[in-house]
């Protein structure tokens, strides 16, 4: 599977963004979907998952109640509902792609796209 993230940007602490990541082939659904994201001079880290039917979700504690993630089998796209973003939250976000539904995702996902910078603005 490929995976192509977007909607990243510039935007003030307080503000929101969402980030899509369209996927190519037939066998989107049969993937358990994430986001990651990495900061400057630091390690990439989960920051959310969802699985094949969008049944059960998986969040980074940080982002509760202000992250969301969504995905339409459908369309083949996986989303990142980004609300009360804070200057923390500037990384580059990546959409990644596993067979298998693992949580916490300590070693990451088998398939990954290219990133999106997000930067927020204090």
């Known amino acids: 599977v490929q995976l192509q993230a977007s909607g990243g940007g510039l935007v003030q602490a307080g503000g929101s963004l969402r980030l899509s990541c369209a996927a190519s082939?037939?066998?989107?659904?049969?993937?358990?979907m994430g986001w990651f994201r990495q900061a400057p001079g630091k390690e990439r880290e989960f920051v959310a998952a969802?699985?094949?039917?969008?049944?059960?979700?998986q969040y980074l504690d940080s982002v509760k109640g202000r992250f969301t993630v969504s995905r339409d089998n459908a369309k083949n796209t996986l989303y990142l509902q980004m609300n009360s973003l804070k200057p923390e939250d500037t990384a580059v976000y990546y959409c990644?792609?596993?067979?298998?539904?693992?949580?916490?995702?300590?070693?990451?996902?088998?398939?990954w796209g290219k990133g999106t910078l997000v930067t927020v603005s204090s």
């Open positions: 990644a792609a596993d067979p298998s539904w693992s949580p916490p995702f300590i070693y990451g996902m088998t398939y």
């Open positions: 969802i699985r094949r039917s969008g049944g059960s979700t």
């Open positions: 082939g037939r066998t989107f659904s049969t993937y358990t």
